[in-house]
């Protein structure tokens, strides 16, 4: 027997809240309730919970499509770029995307949303995707050995703090205060020593 195919309205009903909803948590983040979308969407809460039966569902739907596309982007970054670039490339996407998406950035900073254990459980772990280039990009002398995954991720949680309450037009400073992230993150001439003088200054504060 052939599973029974959900009705056309139905369907139109549940695109409709994932639009509604991709808008809102983009513009808005995170915390906007659910009847809140579904008011907005022109459906009762009820049909909303009938597709998404708990808000972190709705989270998923929207959030997980976005990284996938981000992973894939990541393995194809790895493939096709030296891996200082492709570290870097991914990192700067990933704060613009935040940048630009209010949920997805509270979901990488990890308000209200686990998002990387998500991501992982969905097969879109980005969050491994980014430590892989890193890795590649310490081994190959591109970034300091002395940071680890957390140190970026707090980095790029930072460049986001900067990008709060700003408009798109205020993008071109959000991408000055990410290049010189991304200047103090690569490797510097080594020292007589052999240590590397990024390591040094770093200490010297």
Avoid: W
Wanted: glycine fraction near 10%.
């Amino acid at each position: 027997m052939t599973a029974k195919q959900p009705r056309a309205d139905a369907q139109r009903n549940r695109a409709r809240v994932l639009e509604v909803a991709a808008q809102v948590f983009a513009e808005e983040g995170l915390s906007v309730p659910v009847h809140e979308i579904a008011r907005r969407a022109g459906v009762g809460t009820g049909t909303v919970s009938r597709h998404f039966p708990h808000k972190q569902d709705l989270f998923a739907a929207i959030l997980l499509s976005r990284l996938e596309q981000l992973i894939a982007q990541a393995g194809s970054l790895a493939g096709q770029q030296d891996p200082g670039t492709a570290f870097f490339t991914l990192l700067t996407t990933l704060v613009r995307e935040g940048a630009t998406h209010r949920g997805l950035a509270e979901a990488l900073a990890g308000a209200g949303y686990d998002l990387e254990t998500a991501a992982e459980e969905a097969g879109y772990d980005v969050t491994a995707g980014l430590r892989g280039l890193l890795d590649r990009a310490q081994a190959a002398g591109a970034v300091r050995n002395d940071i680890d995954y957390a140190d970026v991720k707090a980095l790029i949680t930072g460049c986001l703090v900067r990008a709060e309450g700003r408009t798109h037009a205020d993008l071109a400073a959000l991408d000055r205060v990410t290049a010189i992230v991304c200047d103090g993150l690569r490797a510097g001439p080594v020292s007589p020593t052999g240590e590397s003088r990024a390591g040094d200054q770093t200490r010297g504060f």
